[in-house]
C-alpha cells in the first residue's frame, strides 16, 4: 500500500531553516506528481508547493522565494527545503501524491505529517 514516511519538522525561531524529506513507497514514485501541504492549527489544509515529474514546481505565493520543493527519484524521497521562516509557517507538513504525472491534476494519498513550529 501507499505509505509515506515523513521527517525534519521542529522548532525554530524565526528567520531559520528546516529541511523536510519524504520518503515513499507503495508506488512508483517517479511516475507522479508530488506537493507538501500545511494545515496550521484552525485552518484548512493548503498547498504549499508541487513539483512535476520533469522538475517544474510551483509554490504559494507567501512562500515563494523562501521555500524549494525538490525530488530524488533513485531513494523514492521528496525534500522541501524551508529558509527564512515565519511565525505564519506554523502548522504540520505533509507530502502528498499526485494522480497524474503533473501538479496540476488532484492528489490522493497524504502522509500523517511532521510539525514545524516558528516562533517568534
Known amino acids: 500500500q501507499v505509505q509515506f514516511v515523513e521527517s525534519g519538522g521542529g522548532l525554530v525561531q524565526a528567520g531559520g531553516s528546516l529541511r523536510l524529506s519524504c520518503t515513499a513507497s507503495?508506488?512508483?514514485?517517479?511516475?507522479?506528481?508530488m506537493a507538501w501541504y500545511r494545515q496550521a492549527p484552525e485552518k484548512e489544509r493548503m498547498l504549499v508547493a508541487a513539483?512535476?515529474?520533469?522538475?517544474?514546481?510551483i509554490y504559494t505565493q507567501s512562500v515563494n522565494d523562501r521555500f524549494t520543493i525538490s525530488r530524488d527519484n533513485a531513494k523514492n524521497t521528496l525534500y522541501l527545503q524551508m529558509n527564512n521562516l515565519k511565525p505564519e509557517d506554523t502548522g504540520v507538513y505533509s507530502c502528498?501524491?499526485?494522480?497524474?504525472?503533473?501538479?496540476?491534476?488532484?492528489?490522493?494519498?497524504w502522509g500523517k505529517g511532521t510539525q514545524v513550529t516558528v516562533s517568534s
Open positions: 502528498a501524491r499526485g494522480d497524474t504525472t503533473s501538479y496540476s491534476g488532484a492528489f490522493d494519498s
Open positions: 507503495g508506488f512508483t514514485f517517479s511516475s507522479r506528481a
Open positions: 513539483i512535476d515529474i520533469g522538475g517544474r514546481t
